[in-house]
């Protein structure tokens, strides 16, 4: 396999290859988290962050609140591990709380609203 051009002074493992992704297509593709779903929503009054987490009977578990993202993905975590909740069973899902946090940590620094 020829070596990447990006690739300068790390070594590359011998079963090394480049994996082209598939297209995700949003319906087929897309699988439940069994542990919750979540709710996100910006407080513009105090420049906040609200993540809800939910069980499937659509029963507000906790609710989050702050100013970045990192630090809301990282207080869910830290709190969904030490209590034992396994609120995140897929790691799809993890990724998407981060990405939906940074989406909605972008319209507060400038001001749009913030649709989930």
């Not at 029963?59 to 909740?85: H, M, P, S, V, W």
């Not at 069973?89 to 989406?103: I, S, V």
């Amino acid at each position: 396999m020829e070596r990447p051009a990006w690739i300068k002074d790390k070594k590359i493992a011998e079963d090394f290859e480049i994996i082209r992704c598939q297209i995700f297509d949003d319906y087929k593709d897309w699988k439940q988290d069994n542990g919750c779903y979540l709710l996100i929503r910006t407080y513009f009054e105090n420049h906040e962050i609200g993540v809800a987490i939910c069980d499937y009977k659509h029963t507000i578990l906790k609710e989050f609140r702050g100013k970045r993202a990192q630090d809301l993905y990282y207080n869910i975590f830290k709190y969904d591990e030490e209590n034992k909740k396994g609120w995140f069973t897929r790691l799809d899902h993890a990724a998407y709380l981060g990405k939906e946090l940074k989406k909605a940590e972008i319209c507060l620094a400038i001001g749009l609203e913030y649709v989930q």
